[in-house]
């Protein structure tokens, strides 16, 4: 009988235990989308750069989502690379003591000085905070990973104690950041598309041990749905003790960029999820004003339901729009979004914003990954990937 050799026989056993593993043996799922993006967008060493930007800067809200992007596309050198940015850049180089930092660039310098490079503001956004918490949870059980799970763990934790309070006829509820969101003893200042429905549920069921998120779950239903009353969310929005939810008079009360992923939130909730059909319901204005109109409006006032100036929202809000389009069964009126997403893509390149919400909105409808009722994440590449069209 033959000897197998030490190389072959290393190289057997890391077979099995791959294949042990599951997700190590997947393959990749074909993303065109998530390619370019990191072409484009994502630098050698894991920086997501808006290059729209003067400061060249980047945000944790990007870092997060590209981790999620990567996890999707079963990417785990670049999610290795965006995870270490991540820490080392906006985290002080520890996510376990420290949340990141939202936004890091070039500082300005005056004529003739060297560039300098680094946190530009050290408040954290729980909305990127949140997201790399759930994708940590998510790669750890997905690739099992264990330090993963113990990263977004600790990071979990980190966002209950810094970035949430008791609201008095709310009950735990997520801040937007740990300064600046509590502007008097009894208001609060709220976003709603920091909490998607899935996300909260995953994380609530994920972490037992720490059951503020299971209270944050009500709390943030109440977030998206009751402040809405035109069918369109705000961007932000205020809370006050005793009065309940109210417009907040620096935005006023507009929907535009931020709330335009709540639409693409509610659209990918599981068909047998909690609570989905109550919040299809409250944006139907929106899309009935698609059907109307072919696009979706750049900004409404969400107090009236009136449509603020002419312009449609761009590239990005056609494909943030298109899966709860389709979640509430207008499937041609979906596609024309889709549609015409790519036709404004052809004309010129999408920026930063547009090509995330690209990435979130067609790699759903796309079939590259869905969440179950629980909030987790099945990317295709746990089973079949999706048939290229």
Same mark, same amino acid.
């Not at 940015?85 to 376990?96: R, S, V, Y």
């Not at 969101?181 to 972490?207: E, G, T």
């Given at each position: 009988?033959?000897?197998?050799?030490?190389p072959?026989l !290393?190289?057997?056993?890391? #077979?099995?235990a791959m294949?042990?593993?599951?997700?190590?043996?997947?393959?990749?799922? #074909?993303?065109?989308?998530?390619?370019?993006?990191?072409?484009?967008?994502?630098?050698? &060493?894991?920086?997501?750069?808006?290059?729209?930007?003067?400061?060249?800067?980047?945000?944790?809200?990007?870092?997060?989502?590209?981790?999620?992007?990567?996890?999707?596309?079963?990417?785990?050198?670049t999610?290795? @690379?965006?995870?270490n940015?991540?820490?080392?850049? +906006?985290?002080?180089? &520890? +996510?376990?003591? !420290?949340?990141? #930092?939202?936004?890091?660039?070039? !500082?300005?310098?005056?004529?003739g000085?060297?560039?300098?490079?680094?946190?530009?503001?050290?408040?954290?956004?729980?909305?990127?905070?949140?997201?790399?918490a759930?994708?940590?949870?998510?790669?750890g059980?997905?690739?099992?990973? @264990?330090?993963?799970? #113990?990263?977004?763990?600790?990071?979990? @934790?980190?966002?209950?104690?810094?970035?949430?309070?008791? *609201?008095?006829g709310?009950?735990?509820?997520v801040?937007?950041?740990?300064m600046?969101?509590?502007?008097?003893?009894?208001?609060w200042?709220?976003?709603?598309?920091?909490?998607?429905?899935?996300?909260?549920?995953?994380m609530?069921?994920?972490?037992?041990?720490?059951?503020?998120?299971?209270?944050?779950?009500?709390?943030?239903?109440?977030?998206?749905?009751?402040?809405?009353?035109?069918?369109?969310?705000?961007?932000?929005?205020?809370?006050?003790?005793?009065?309940?939810?109210?417009? &907040?008079?620096?935005t006023?009360?507009e929907?535009?960029?931020?709330a335009?992923?709540?639409y693409?939130? *509610?659209?990918?909730?599981?068909?047998?999820?909690?609570?989905?059909?109550?919040?299809?319901d409250?944006?139907?204005?929106?899309?009935?004003y698609?059907?109307?109109?072919?696009?979706?409006?750049?900004?409404?006032?969400?107090?009236?339901g009136?449509?603020?100036?002419s312009?449609?929202?761009?590239?990005?809000?056609?494909?943030?729009?298109?899966?709860?389009?389709?979640?509430?069964?207008? !499937?041609?009126?979906?596609?024309?979004?889709v549609?015409?997403?790519?036709?404004l893509?052809g004309?010129?390149?999408?920026?930063y914003?547009?090509? *995330?919400l690209?990435?979130?909105g067609l790699?759903?409808?796309?079939?590259?990954?869905?969440?179950?009722?629980?909030?987790?994440?099945?990317?295709?590449w746990?089973?079949?990937?999706?048939?290229?069209?």
């Amino acid at each position: 009988m033959r000897r197998i050799g030490m190389p072959l026989l !290393h190289a057997l056993l890391l #077979a099995a235990a791959m294949f042990a593993s599951g997700s190590a043996m997947a393959a990749s799922c #074909a993303w065109p989308d998530w390619e370019h993006f990191k072409q484009n967008t994502v630098s050698a &060493d894991g920086r997501v750069i808006d290059a729209s930007t003067p400061e060249q800067a980047t945000v944790s809200e990007g870092q997060s989502y590209a981790l999620f992007f990567a996890l999707i596309a079963n990417d785990r050198a670049t999610f290795d @690379r965006l995870l270490n940015w991540t820490q080392n850049n +906006l985290a002080q180089g &520890d +996510l376990t003591k !420290h949340l990141p #930092a939202w936004q890091w660039g070039r !500082h300005e310098t005056k004529a003739g000085d060297k560039a300098t490079w680094g946190v530009l503001d050290s408040n954290a956004a729980s909305d990127a905070d949140i997201w790399i918490a759930y994708t940590l949870l998510e790669a750890g059980r997905l690739w099992h990973e @264990r330090s993963y799970t #113990a990263l977004g763990t600790v990071l979990a @934790r980190t966002i209950v104690a810094q970035e949430t309070a008791v *609201v008095p006829g709310l009950g735990r509820t997520v801040l937007p950041g740990p300064m600046g969101f509590h502007p008097h003893d009894d208001v609060w200042r709220l976003n709603p598309s920091y909490v998607p429905p899935q996300v909260m549920r995953r994380m609530a069921s994920a972490l037992p041990e720490q059951p503020e998120w299971k209270a944050m779950l009500d709390s943030s239903a109440r977030l998206v749905t009751d402040t809405a009353p035109h069918g369109y969310s705000p961007d932000w929005v205020l809370y006050q003790r005793g009065k309940g939810f109210g417009p &907040d008079p620096a935005t006023k009360a507009e929907s535009a960029y931020n709330a335009i992923r709540v639409y693409l939130w *509610v659209g990918m909730l599981a068909t047998d999820a909690p609570a989905r059909s109550s919040m299809l319901d409250v944006f139907k204005p929106l899309a009935d004003y698609v059907a109307a109109h072919g696009a979706p409006p750049e900004r409404v006032d969400t107090q009236s339901g009136a449509v603020i100036g002419s312009n449609q929202g761009n590239a990005g809000f056609s494909t943030a729009v298109a899966p709860y389009l389709d979640a509430l069964g207008r !499937h041609d009126l979906a596609q024309a979004q889709v549609q015409r997403a790519r036709t404004l893509a052809g004309q010129s390149p999408l920026g930063y914003y547009s090509q *995330v919400l690209t990435l979130f909105g067609l790699g759903y409808l796309d079939g590259l990954y869905r969440f179950d009722a629980d909030g987790a994440v099945v990317p295709a590449w746990m089973s079949t990937c999706p048939a290229r069209h």
